[in-house]
T-cell receptor, first 120, second 114 residues
Framework: DAGVIQSPRHEVTEMGQEVTLRCKPI?????LFWYRQTMMRGLELLIY????????DSGMPEDRFSAKMPNASFSTLKIQPSEPRDSAVYFC??????????????????FGAGSRLTVL | DAKTTQPNSMESNEEEPVHLPCNHS???????IHWYRQLPSQGPEYVIH???SNVNNRMASLAIAEDRKSSTLILHRATLRDAAVYYC???????????????FGQGTILTVHP
């Protein structure tokens, strides 16, 4: 498996523009997570999905942010309109399960390489 | 959410053991202790996890105090590739909105000297 695939790796845009970040999870994984990382706030969980359904979006900063998962192999995180404070690295992660507590690895999160967003 | 406390940074020499401490004095009975690390310019990666007993895998060992209020991640022979930020995370399985979530703190920056 190629792991979690994110695109684009780097995005530079101007304030007010729409930004769409994309993620392809590991095949067969039922859970997908979006995180954001900044120097000030560290790694923050924005939203996660189970079987394509959003379960918890309490970390989404505001209405400018939206996330969708139209099918099991694709998710998007959209920012419209973008602002300079949205500049960050956005990570997508996936896992087979959430609650398995064994050491089978089923609840391990596998992260993508991230999308670095710069809003000017 | 139960919180963890880690030193901001630690240093080690290559091929020496490294002990990364983590305090979690408010841990509950349903919290699992997870460790992830983040290499420079990469996403976090899983290292190890445990509940009460010490755990070993190919990457590291996890030593958990008997009262579970602290734990130590042990890298038996540090390499330059182990230079990363190490996160100690309590993963809650009690139920409710925090069930199974992975909430990252600031972590420990490990520097490995050749």
């Amino acid at each position: 498996d190629a792991g979690v695939i994110q695109s684009p790796r780097h995005e530079v845009t101007e304030m007010g523009q729409e930004v769409t970040l994309r993620c392809k999870p590991i095949s067969g994984h039922d859970y997908l997570f979006w995180y954001r990382q900044t120097m000030m706030r560290g790694l923050e969980l924005l939203i996660y999905f189970n079987n394509n359904v959003p379960i918890d979006d309490s970390g989404m900063p505001e209405d400018r942010f939206s996330a969708k998962m139209p099918n099991a192999s694709f998710s998007t995180l959209k920012i419209q309109p973008s602002e300079p404070r949205d500049s960050a690295v956005y990570f997508c992660a996936s896992s087979l399960t959430l609650g398995d507590r064994s050491h089978s690895g089923a609840n391990v999160l596998t992260f993508g390489a991230g999308s670095r967003l710069t809003v000017l | 959410d139960a919180k963890t406390t880690q030193p901001n940074s630690m240093e080690s020499n290559e091929e020496e053991p490294v002990h990364l401490p983590c305090n979690h004095s408010t841990i509950s009975g349903t919290d699992y202790i997870h460790w992830y690390r983040q290499l420079p310019s990469q996403g976090p990666e899983y290292v190890i996890h445990g509940l009460t007993s010490n755990v070993n895998n190919r990457m590291a060992s996890l030593a958990i105090a008997e009262d579970r209020k602290s734990s130590t991640l042990i890298l038996h022979r540090a390499t330059l590739r182990d230079a990363a930020v190490y996160y100690c995370i309590l993963r809650d399985y009690a139920g409710g909105t925090s069930y199974g979530k992975l909430t990252f703190g600031q972590g420990t920056i490990l520097t490995v000297h050749p």
